[in-house]
């Protein structure tokens, strides 16, 4: 009714009258939009605090760590986890590696390398590894990565970061790493080959015998390796001859769940053609996982073809000397069979005895003072273990003496690929020696370098030239194993930074019992007996090889030896 009177007022009206209505309502239509627009803007703004709430809300519960920065690196927000971290010592940064405890402990955000500052220039940071120090420089490890803020127009306007704690992965995976050493020492302790297989019967890991195995079933040889890499070429027979079905060998019995330990433990024979039977003592246990399931295998092997073959017995001290043996080797025979058992069984239990003291240490707080004993009584076993090896290799250096003496000095070759089996020896060496740096130098040519060697003795002579490079070199220097072919012969050569010989001590060092003069062994290292060089001379020639050595004095030696291709038939 007051809008129909309005509209009738204003018809009826005087034109000035009227054009003042007409103002009117225009004024009342721009007050009435200000209004709706205040009112959308008060709603939006009250949509926004109440979004932004709920991502405080959402950032300050999160476990991560959340941190916002602006442009210039400022610090504008941050949850609860953040501060908790602030409140903790400076960052160290560790990309992608190991935290180096001797760098300075205070990393700046303002460094190129920062996750923040690589965020900032508009690069997309993950898994960037942060150490938070404590005052005795253990702390958390941080997973960060970096975000950068941008505007529609790609101009950064800041970043955020996100830290995630990874300390107790970490603490696992270095367990973890921890456990497979031990196991892997444990193994190297057995001197029959060892085998752990997963459950599909593949191999995952084994001792240095295993391997050594593996290499002669490559190349054509019996082995323990015939277990786990069935070939068409033998043939596992039980021990009365008769041919066993896939399902009975002892690989896939183990892997049903069957103990084969003490009396359960199985005999067998592999036959091949043209080859003499090997017999093998066989036991293994499965490995079960958290639900009960087996998961794997571990199988140890025996060679006991010398208690079973007719006709071959192991020798006792007096039936190793022959009539007219001369006296000298009469005494070499004896103390090199009589010695090693007992040599073997000190240096098991040393091994042993170390693994065991390992874990009782690792129970004991960082500050407990009787840690500190422990390690000087681990310390302690080591040199220990490292002196029956000592021992060892010198009984082993006499044994092969009186072999070569008697005559009885004989090679088992077979064929074999040179690079491969040379990489797998350097590899297996760096692992016994983590501390030094030994590397295995492939030649130019990616051709396969077909030789027929006694794998065992091969790895005796390259053993030897890298234990003296290891043993007459500073520490801190690399050792270099390489190979190269030159016309008919393959050249395997081991260079080093060591003290160098004179062109005489470069003649004399081959000869039996000769040891350079003038020259120190590193610390808990034995000069030697002067049998080596002179044994791995034997074995190289025996092979139609030959053995070299180029040296400067002061600047270091390069030992090598040649072995005859084989030719194509």
Known sequence: MFITLFLKTLFTASPSLLFGGLVLVQYGIVIAVICLFVLYVRRMRLHADQVQRRLDALLEVSPEAISVYDSTGRL????????????????????????????PQVTDFSQTYHPLSRALSGEAVADYEVRLLDGRRRGQVLSVAGIPISQCDGKIEGA???????????????????????????????????????????????????????????????????????SLECQILD??????????????RVLRGEELVDEQKVEIQVHAHGVPDLWLSVSGVPIIGDEGYTCGAILIVRDITQERSPGLQVESSSQMIQPGQPPLDQFLSIVSHELRTPLTTISMSLQYSRLLLSNTTQTLLADDPLREKLQEIHHLLGRAERQVGVQNRIINDLFELSSIQSSRFLLQPVACELQSTLSLLVSDYQSSHPERVITFVPPVSAQPIPTEIDVERITQVLNNYMNNACKYTPPVTPIEVSVEVVQEEARVLVRDEGPGLTAEEQEQVWKLFYRVPGVEAN????????????????????????????????????????LPLKREA
């Open 76 to 103: 504008v927000q941050c949850n609860r986890a953040t501060r908790a971290l602030l409140r903790s010592s400076q960052f160290e940064h560790t990309p992608d590696e190991a935290c180096d405890e001797s760098d």
């Open 160 to 230: 955020v970061l996100i830290a995630q704690d990874i300390s107790a992965f970490q603490a696992l995976r270095r367990e973890a790493v921890a456990q497979a050493k031990k196991c892997q020492a444990l193994l190297n302790a057995v001197t029959d080959a060892a085998y752990v297989l997963d459950c599909e019967g593949h191999i995952i890991q084994t001792n240095m015998s295993a391997r050594l195995a593996l290499l002669k079933m490559e190349g054509g040889a019996l082995s323990s390796a015939s277990l786990v890499m069935p």
């Open 239 to 252: 021990p009365q001859g008769g041919s066993l079905w896939p399902d009975a060998l002892p690989l896939k």
């Open 523 to 562: 610390e808990g290292a034995s000069k030697g007996a002067g049998l080596g060089l002179y044994i791995c001379q034997v074995i190289v020639e025996q092979h139609q090889g030959r053995v070299g050595v180029e040296s400067t004095p002061g600047v270091g030696s390069i030992f090598w030896f040649t």
